[in-house]
Protein backbone atom coordinates (compact mmCIF):
# COMPACT_ATOMS: atom_id res chain seq x y z
CA UNK A 1 0.00 0.00 0.00
CA UNK A 2 1.57 3.05 -0.51
CA UNK A 3 0.11 6.49 0.85
CA UNK A 4 1.45 10.55 0.13
CA UNK A 5 2.32 9.71 -3.06
CA UNK A 6 3.15 12.95 -4.87
CA UNK A 7 1.02 13.08 -8.06
CA UNK A 8 3.67 15.61 -9.83
CA UNK A 9 6.90 14.34 -10.07
CA UNK A 10 10.07 16.79 -9.59
CA UNK A 11 11.48 17.98 -12.40
CA UNK A 12 14.73 17.72 -11.70
CA UNK A 13 14.29 14.82 -9.97
CA UNK A 14 11.86 12.28 -11.67
CA UNK A 15 11.80 9.35 -8.69
CA UNK A 16 10.83 11.24 -6.63
CA UNK A 17 12.81 10.88 -3.62
CA UNK A 18 13.12 14.91 -2.81
CA UNK A 19 12.39 15.78 0.94
CA UNK A 20 9.33 17.96 1.66
CA UNK A 21 8.94 19.84 4.56
CA UNK A 22 5.42 21.43 5.56
CA UNK A 23 3.47 23.45 8.12
CA UNK A 24 1.32 21.32 9.47
CA UNK A 25 -2.16 23.37 10.01
CA UNK A 26 -2.68 22.33 13.46
CA UNK A 27 -5.51 23.62 15.92
CA UNK A 28 -6.07 23.46 19.59
CA UNK A 29 -8.99 21.85 20.38
CA UNK A 30 -11.74 23.68 21.94
CA UNK A 31 -13.93 22.23 24.52
CA UNK A 32 -17.95 21.84 23.67
CA UNK A 33 -20.68 20.53 25.87
CA UNK A 34 -20.72 17.31 26.59
CA UNK A 35 -16.89 17.13 26.81
CA UNK A 36 -15.60 14.98 29.92
CA UNK A 37 -12.34 15.94 31.13
CA UNK A 38 -10.05 15.37 34.06
CA UNK A 39 -8.36 18.37 36.14
CA UNK A 40 -5.34 17.47 38.79
CA UNK A 41 -5.23 20.26 40.96
CA UNK A 42 -1.69 21.01 43.32
CA UNK A 43 -1.07 23.88 45.21
CA UNK A 44 1.18 25.01 48.39
CA UNK A 45 -1.46 25.59 51.01
CA UNK A 46 -1.26 23.77 54.03
CA UNK A 47 -3.15 20.46 54.50
CA UNK A 48 -5.18 21.43 57.33
CA UNK A 49 -6.34 24.75 54.99
CA UNK A 50 -6.45 23.04 52.04
CA UNK A 51 -10.17 21.93 50.77
CA UNK A 52 -8.74 19.83 48.12
CA UNK A 53 -5.92 18.37 49.85
CA UNK A 54 -7.76 14.66 49.46
CA UNK A 55 -7.95 15.44 45.26
CA UNK A 56 -4.17 16.41 44.72
CA UNK A 57 -2.46 13.57 42.80
CA UNK A 58 -5.75 12.21 42.11
CA UNK A 59 -7.67 13.64 38.81
CA UNK A 60 -11.41 14.92 39.07
CA UNK A 61 -13.28 13.83 36.22
CA UNK A 62 -16.24 16.42 34.98
CA UNK A 63 -18.43 16.33 32.23
CA UNK A 64 -19.49 19.96 30.55
CA UNK A 65 -22.97 20.48 31.02
CA UNK A 66 -25.33 21.49 28.07
CA UNK A 67 -24.11 24.81 28.77
CA UNK A 68 -20.60 24.26 28.91
CA UNK A 69 -20.46 24.30 32.27
CA UNK A 70 -18.13 22.24 34.63
CA UNK A 71 -19.37 21.95 38.45
CA UNK A 72 -16.04 22.17 40.27
CA UNK A 73 -15.61 22.03 44.21
CA UNK A 74 -16.09 25.18 45.63
CA UNK A 75 -15.95 27.43 42.91
CA UNK A 76 -19.21 26.05 41.51
CA UNK A 77 -20.49 26.23 38.20
CA UNK A 78 -17.73 27.68 35.50
CA UNK A 79 -17.85 28.03 32.25
CA UNK A 80 -15.30 26.72 29.81
CA UNK A 81 -16.97 25.15 26.50
CA UNK A 82 -14.98 27.73 24.04
CA UNK A 83 -11.66 27.28 25.22
CA UNK A 84 -8.60 25.25 24.72
CA UNK A 85 -7.25 23.27 27.15
CA UNK A 86 -4.85 25.63 28.02
CA UNK A 87 -7.44 28.52 28.08
CA UNK A 88 -9.07 26.92 30.37
CA UNK A 89 -5.89 25.89 32.83
CA UNK A 90 -5.49 29.44 33.02
CA UNK A 91 -9.02 30.57 33.76
CA UNK A 92 -9.22 27.68 36.87
CA UNK A 93 -5.66 28.13 37.87
CA UNK A 94 -7.12 31.94 38.40
CA UNK A 95 -10.38 31.35 40.52
CA UNK A 96 -8.29 28.78 42.32
CA UNK A 97 -5.62 31.41 43.29
CA UNK A 98 -8.79 33.04 45.69
CA UNK A 99 -8.88 30.20 47.73
CA UNK A 100 -5.54 28.46 47.71
CA UNK A 101 -1.46 29.07 47.59
CA UNK A 102 0.03 29.03 43.77
CA UNK A 103 -2.36 26.46 42.43
CA UNK A 104 -1.42 24.59 39.26
CA UNK A 105 -3.81 22.79 37.31
CA UNK A 106 -3.79 20.41 35.02
CA UNK A 107 -6.62 19.71 32.15
CA UNK A 108 -6.79 16.55 30.34
CA UNK A 109 -9.60 15.52 27.53
CA UNK A 110 -11.02 12.36 28.42
CA UNK A 111 -13.48 11.21 25.79
CA UNK A 112 -11.74 11.59 22.14
CA UNK A 113 -14.60 9.22 20.26
CA UNK A 114 -13.78 9.00 16.42
CA UNK A 115 -15.45 6.13 14.51
CA UNK A 116 -14.28 4.30 11.05
CA UNK A 117 -16.10 2.19 9.15
CA UNK A 118 -15.78 0.72 5.27
CA UNK A 119 -13.11 -0.65 3.82
CA UNK A 120 -10.27 -1.03 6.73
CA UNK A 121 -9.08 -3.52 9.05
CA UNK A 122 -11.22 -3.32 11.98
CA UNK A 123 -14.16 -0.71 11.74
CA UNK A 124 -14.86 0.68 14.80
CA UNK A 125 -15.01 3.32 17.78
CA UNK A 126 -11.64 4.62 18.46
CA UNK A 127 -10.72 6.39 21.82
CA UNK A 128 -8.07 8.69 21.93
CA UNK A 129 -6.21 10.22 25.06
CA UNK A 130 -4.09 12.62 22.42
CA UNK A 131 -6.44 15.27 21.57
CA UNK A 132 -4.09 15.88 18.69
CA UNK A 133 -4.83 12.72 16.56
CA UNK A 134 -4.50 12.80 12.39
CA UNK A 135 -6.35 10.87 10.05
CA UNK A 136 -3.34 8.87 9.09
CA UNK A 137 -2.79 7.60 12.77
CA UNK A 138 -6.29 7.09 13.02
CA UNK A 139 -6.74 4.85 9.76
CA UNK A 140 -3.72 2.82 11.14
CA UNK A 141 -5.74 2.69 14.74
CA UNK A 142 -8.42 0.67 12.56
CA UNK A 143 -6.23 -1.78 10.67
CA UNK A 144 -5.19 0.30 8.13
CA UNK A 145 -7.24 0.01 4.41
CA UNK A 146 -7.73 -2.90 2.85
CA UNK A 147 -7.00 -3.54 -0.63
CA UNK A 148 -10.68 -2.74 -1.58
CA UNK A 149 -10.31 0.63 -0.56
CA UNK A 150 -10.44 4.03 -2.19
CA UNK A 151 -7.52 5.58 -1.33
CA UNK A 152 -8.25 9.17 -3.43
CA UNK A 153 -12.19 9.80 -1.85
CA UNK A 154 -11.72 9.15 1.58
CA UNK A 155 -14.52 11.17 3.61
CA UNK A 156 -14.67 12.16 7.07
CA UNK A 157 -18.25 13.68 8.49
CA UNK A 158 -17.80 16.03 11.44
CA UNK A 159 -20.65 17.88 13.38
CA UNK A 160 -20.48 21.69 13.48
CA UNK A 161 -23.11 23.87 14.87
CA UNK A 162 -25.73 21.08 14.38
CA UNK A 163 -24.78 20.28 11.33
CA UNK A 164 -23.01 17.54 9.30
CA UNK A 165 -20.30 18.54 7.26
CA UNK A 166 -18.46 16.42 4.87
CA UNK A 167 -14.54 16.84 4.04
CA UNK A 168 -13.13 14.38 1.39
CA UNK A 169 -9.08 13.36 1.61
CA UNK A 170 -7.06 11.45 -1.08
CA UNK A 171 -4.33 9.69 1.14
CA UNK A 172 -2.20 9.55 -2.50
CA UNK A 173 -1.33 12.68 -2.16
CA UNK A 174 1.63 14.03 -0.48
CA UNK A 175 -0.66 18.07 0.71
CA UNK A 176 -2.83 16.07 2.78
CA UNK A 177 -0.69 17.08 5.34
CA UNK A 178 -1.37 20.96 4.59
CA UNK A 179 -5.07 20.44 5.06
CA UNK A 180 -6.35 21.80 8.35
CA UNK A 181 -8.69 18.76 8.52
CA UNK A 182 -5.68 16.56 9.05
CA UNK A 183 -6.00 16.78 13.02
CA UNK A 184 -9.27 15.11 13.84
CA UNK A 185 -12.40 16.20 16.52
CA UNK A 186 -14.36 14.07 18.91
CA UNK A 187 -16.87 12.25 17.34
CA UNK A 188 -15.70 12.37 13.40
CA UNK A 189 -16.51 9.99 11.50
CA UNK A 190 -14.49 8.38 8.30
CA UNK A 191 -15.66 6.67 5.93
CA UNK A 192 -13.23 4.77 3.34
CA UNK A 193 -15.57 3.31 0.34
CA UNK A 194 -15.04 0.54 -1.71
CA UNK A 195 -12.83 1.12 -4.81
CA UNK A 196 -14.71 -0.84 -6.89
CA UNK A 197 -17.23 -3.50 -5.68
CA UNK A 198 -16.22 -6.83 -4.20
CA UNK A 199 -17.89 -10.10 -5.47
CA UNK A 200 -20.40 -11.81 -3.16
CA UNK A 201 -19.66 -15.18 -2.17
CA UNK A 202 -22.38 -16.74 -4.46
CA UNK A 203 -20.75 -14.59 -7.43
CA UNK A 204 -16.97 -15.59 -7.01
CA UNK A 205 -18.74 -19.59 -6.60
CA UNK A 206 -20.72 -18.57 -10.27
CA UNK A 207 -17.19 -17.27 -11.62
CA UNK A 208 -15.41 -20.46 -10.26
CA UNK A 209 -17.99 -23.02 -11.57
CA UNK A 210 -17.99 -20.69 -15.55
CA UNK A 211 -13.89 -21.34 -15.23
CA UNK A 212 -14.29 -24.84 -14.10
CA UNK A 213 -16.75 -25.82 -16.82
CA UNK A 214 -14.03 -23.97 -19.53
CA UNK A 215 -11.73 -25.62 -18.32
CA UNK A 216 -12.94 -29.08 -18.90
CA UNK A 217 -14.89 -28.15 -22.11
CA UNK A 218 -10.93 -27.41 -23.53
CA UNK A 219 -9.90 -30.53 -21.55
CA UNK A 220 -12.35 -32.93 -23.38
CA UNK A 221 -11.82 -31.23 -26.63
CA UNK A 222 -7.95 -31.63 -26.36
CA UNK A 223 -8.26 -35.23 -25.18
CA UNK A 224 -10.66 -35.98 -28.19
CA UNK A 225 -7.67 -34.26 -30.86
CA UNK A 226 -5.01 -36.40 -29.45
CA UNK A 227 -7.00 -39.60 -30.13
CA UNK A 228 -7.70 -38.83 -33.37
Known sequence: MLLLQDQQKDAVNPTGGQVKTFALKETDYVL?????I???????????????????????EATLDAQGQVDL??????KVSGLTIDRTEKKLKALYADYLKSPRIAVSLLNFNYTIIGEVGRPGTFNALDPKVNILEALGQAGGLTEFANRENIKLIRNQGGKATIFEFNVLEDNLLLSDKYFLQPNDVIVVNQVKSRLSPRDRLSTVSILLSIVTSLTFVAINLSNR
Open 32 to 36: KPEDR
Open 38 to 60: GINLFSLTEDKFNFMAKLEGKPL
Open 73 to 78: PVVGLV
